[in-house]
C-alpha cells in the first residue's frame, strides 16, 4: 500500500483532534493559545513532511526527477548512455538577397525570430554570385550555435543578420531546411528508457541488448525490435526520434541518426562471427526508420431501438439509370412506400459517395425494376453495380455524415461531399485514430454499438511497426 501524503490543511485538523483528545477542555477555537500553536505546529509538521516525501520520490526510478533521475541513471548506465544532450548540430542552407558579387564574411551570424543564432561557417566570395540580372546567392551553408529542437527551420522561414552587411538585404531565406538539433532527453524520456534497461538486461547479444544500445544513441527516443525476421542470426531495428507526439507524429520523430545507430549495435552488440556486409545486411541487423503502411478499416455499425431501416429488404442496382433521379434494381421494391430511406453507395471514378435517399415511388418492371428518389445524383454515376442499395434507417443520415466529417482535411482532397471518402495515402499520409472514428459516432442517438475492425496482421516487420505509430492508422478506405 502507497504512503498516504496528508494535506496542510489535513495536517491542521489532525492537531486540533490531538488537542481535543488529551485535552477536552482546552478550547481549539480561532485565535486560542491552542489553536495557535496548532498553525505553527501543523506548518512544521507539513514542512519536514514535504521532505520525507521528496526523499521518498527520489529513491524510485518511478518518481525520481531531475538530479534525483540522473543519480538513478549513473548507477545502472554505462557513461555514454546517461541523459541526452541537446544538440545544436543543425545545418542547412540559405538564399542571400542583395548586390552581386557582395562578399560576406565566414562566421557571419543571423538571428531568428525566437532567438536562436546561426552562423555560416566560411565566407561567400564573389564567385559565388551567379551574375546578373539575378541578385541572389543560394546554396550558402548555415549551421546553429544555439541548441535545442526550437533550431530547426523549414523551408521559406527567414533569418535576420545581427550585424547589416552594406549590399546585403538584413532577411535571409532557408533554402534547404536546417534539421537534425534536438532538445535534452526529457525526465519522461530518461525513466522510460531507465525502466527498459532494467526490465530487459542487455547481455548476450539478446533483444533487449539491441533496444538498450539503439536507444542509448543520442536522437534515438524509442527502439523496435525484430528478432529472426531475415532468418537465423538476423535481427531488425526500428529507430523513432525525440518529439514524438500526437500533435506531432511524423517529421521530426526521425531525428535519429542511423549509422550512429549502426555504428553503435556493430561496436558493442554484432557478434564477432556475423558478417555486416551493405547496410542494412541480410546476414545481421538492419536499422531503419518505421515504414508508413496504408490500412483498410472496416466500420460495422448497430442502429439503435427506433432507428432500424424501413424494410429487411436488400437491393443490388445493376446498371446507371437513364435519369439522375432513377434508380434500377433486381429485386421486387414495391414493398418501398414514399418517403423511405435508401443508403446508396455512388462511384464516380475516383471517389465512393455514400448518399441516404428518400423514395418517391417504387414501380415492379422485371428484370429491373425501378425506384424513383426525390434527391438528384451526381452526374458521373458508374459502376453501381460493386455498390447496391441498402435500406437505411433514420438516423443513417447522421452516421454518414459523422463518419465522413473525420476525413475532412485528409491528403489529397478537399472538404467538399464528393471529396470527403478516404483516399489512397500519400508519401506522407494523414492519420486518424481509430478512437476518433469510434467516439464520434458511438456518440450518435441513433447508433446502438459499433466495431471497427482492421485486417488480418502478418508478420512482417511492415505489420509490426503498425503499432509504432501511436497507435494510429493511415486510412485508405472504409
Same mark, same amino acid.
Given at each position: 500500500?502507497?504512503?498516504?501524503?496528508?494535506?496542510?490543511?489535513?495536517?491542521?485538523?489532525?492537531?486540533?483532534?490531538?488537542?481535543?483528545?488529551?485535552?477536552?477542555?482546552?478550547?481549539?477555537?480561532?485565535?486560542?493559545?491552542?489553536?495557535?500553536?496548532?498553525?505553527?505546529?501543523?506548518?512544521?509538521?507539513?514542512?519536514?513532511?514535504?521532505?520525507?516525501?521528496?526523499?521518498?520520490?527520489?529513491?524510485?526510478?518511478?518518481?525520481?526527477?531531475?538530479?534525483?533521475?540522473?543519480?538513478?541513471?549513473?548507477?545502472?548506465?554505462?557513461?555514454?548512455?546517461?541523459?541526452?544532450?541537446?544538440?545544436?548540430?543543425?545545418?542547412?542552407?540559405?538564399?542571400?538577397?542583395?548586390?552581386?558579387?557582395?562578399?560576406?564574411?565566414?562566421?557571419?551570424?543571423?538571428?531568428?525570430?525566437?532567438?536562436?543564432?546561426?552562423?555560416?561557417?566560411?565566407?561567400?566570395?564573389?564567385?559565388?554570385?551567379?551574375?546578373?540580372?539575378?541578385s541572389l546567392v543560394t546554396d550558402v551553408e548555415i549551421r546553429s550555435v544555439s541548441t535545442g529542437q526550437s533550431c530547426n527551420k523549414s523551408v521559406g522561414d527567414t533569418l535576420t543578420l545581427v550585424s547589416p552587411i552594406s549590399g546585403i538585404d538584413d532577411e535571409a531565406v532557408v533554402h534547404t531546411a536546417l534539421a537534425g538539433a534536438r532538445d535534452e532527453e526529457t525526465d519522461d524520456e530518461l525513466r522510460e528508457r531507465l525502466l527498459d534497461w532494467l526490465q530487459y538486461p542487455p547481455g548476450g547479444g539478446n533483444w533487449g541488448h539491441y533496444l538498450n544500445f539503439a536507444q542509448g544513441v543520442g536522437g534515438?527516443?524509442?527502439?523496435?525490435?525484430?528478432?529472426?525476421?531475415?532468418?537465423?542470426?538476423?535481427?531488425?531495428?526500428?529507430?523513432?526520434?525525440?518529439?514524438?507526439?500526437?500533435? !506531432?507524429?511524423? &517529421?521530426? =520523430?526521425? +531525428?535519429?541518426?542511423?549509422?550512429? @545507430?549502426? %555504428?553503435?549495435?556493430?561496436?558493442?552488440?554484432?557478434?564477432?562471427? !556475423?558478417?555486416? &556486409?551493405? =547496410?542494412? +545486411?541480410?546476414?545481421?541487423?538492419? @536499422?531503419? %526508420?518505421?515504414?508508413?503502411?496504408?490500412?483498410?478499416?472496416?466500420?460495422?455499425?448497430?442502429?439503435?431501438?427506433?432507428y432500424e431501416a424501413d424494410h429487411a429488404l436488400s437491393f443490388t442496382a445493376v446498371t446507371p439509370c437513364p435519369t439522375t433521379t432513377s434508380l434500377e434494381v433486381t429485386a421486387d421494391p414495391t414493398a418501398l412506400t414514399k418517403g423511405d430511406r435508401l443508403l446508396i453507395n455512388i462511384y464516380d471514378g475516383t471517389y465512393w459517395i455514400p448518399m441516404v435517399v428518400t423514395v418517391v415511388s417504387a414501380t415492379a418492371a422485371p428484370p429491373n425494376h425501378l425506384i424513383e428518389i426525390e434527391e438528384t445524383l451526381p452526374a458521373l454515376v458508374i459502376d453501381v453495380v460493386a455498390a447496391g442499395v441498402q435500406p437505411a434507417g433514420p438516423g443513417t443520415e447522421g452516421q454518414v455524415e459523422a463518419i465522413l466529417s473525420l476525413f475532412d482535411g485528409l491528403t489529397p482532397g478537399d472538404t467538399t461531399p464528393?471529396?470527403?471518402?478516404?483516399?489512397?495515402?500519400?508519401?506522407?499520409?494523414?492519420?486518424?485514430?481509430?478512437?476518433?472514428?469510434?467516439?464520434?459516432?458511438?456518440?450518435?442517438?441513433?447508433?446502438?454499438?459499433?466495431?471497427?475492425?482492421?485486417?488480418?496482421?502478418?508478420?512482417?516487420?511492415?505489420?509490426?511497426?503498425?503499432?509504432?505509430?501511436?497507435?494510429?492508422?493511415?486510412?485508405?478506405?472504409?
Open positions: 500500500m502507497g504512503i498516504t501524503w496528508p494535506t496542510l490543511e489535513e495536517m491542521k485538523e489532525r492537531w486540533d483532534g490531538w488537542y481535543r483528545t488529551f485535552f477536552p477542555n482546552v478550547s481549539t477555537a480561532r485565535g486560542s493559545d491552542a489553536w495557535l500553536e496548532g498553525q505553527a505546529m501543523s506548518k512544521m509538521a507539513y514542512l519536514v513532511q514535504s521532505r520525507i516525501k521528496a526523499v521518498y520520490a527520489a529513491m524510485f526510478v518511478t518518481t525520481a526527477s531531475g538530479d534525483d533521475l540522473d543519480r538513478h541513471a549513473a548507477v545502472w548506465l554505462p557513461l555514454d548512455k546517461r541523459r541526452q544532450a541537446a544538440s545544436g548540430t543543425t545545418s542547412g542552407q540559405m538564399t542571400f538577397y542583395g548586390t552581386n558579387y557582395t562578399p560576406i564574411p565566414a562566421n557571419t551570424r543571423l538571428v531568428g525570430d525566437d532567438g536562436n543564432v546561426y552562423e555560416l561557417p566560411t565566407a561567400v566570395v564573389a564567385g559565388d554570385w551567379p551574375g546578373p540580372p539575378l534515438c527516443a524509442r527502439a523496435y525490435v525484430y528478432p529472426l525476421y531475415r532468418g537465423l542470426g538476423t535481427v531488425d531495428v526500428v529507430c523513432l526520434g525525440t518529439g514524438i507526439t500526437d500533435d !506531432a507524429p511524423t &517529421g521530426s =520523430r526521425f +531525428s535519429a541518426d542511423e549509422n550512429l @545507430v549502426w %555504428d553503435e549495435l556493430d561496436e558493442e552488440v554484432r557478434p564477432v562471427t !556475423a558478417d555486416l &556486409g551493405l =547496410r542494412p +545486411s541480410l546476414g545481421a541487423s538492419g @536499422v531503419g %526508420d518505421p515504414t508508413a503502411q496504408a490500412e483498410p478499416i472496416d466500420i460495422d455499425i448497430a442502429p439503435a431501438s427506433g464528393a471529396t470527403r471518402r478516404p483516399v489512397p495515402s500519400p508519401a506522407e499520409p494523414t492519420d486518424l485514430l481509430l478512437a476518433d472514428i469510434f467516439d464520434t459516432v458511438q456518440s450518435l442517438a441513433s447508433v446502438l454499438n459499433m466495431t471497427i475492425t482492421l485486417p488480418a496482421g502478418d508478420t512482417t516487420p511492415t505489420a509490426a511497426k503498425y503499432l509504432i505509430r501511436n497507435e494510429r492508422v493511415y486510412i485508405t478506405y472504409i
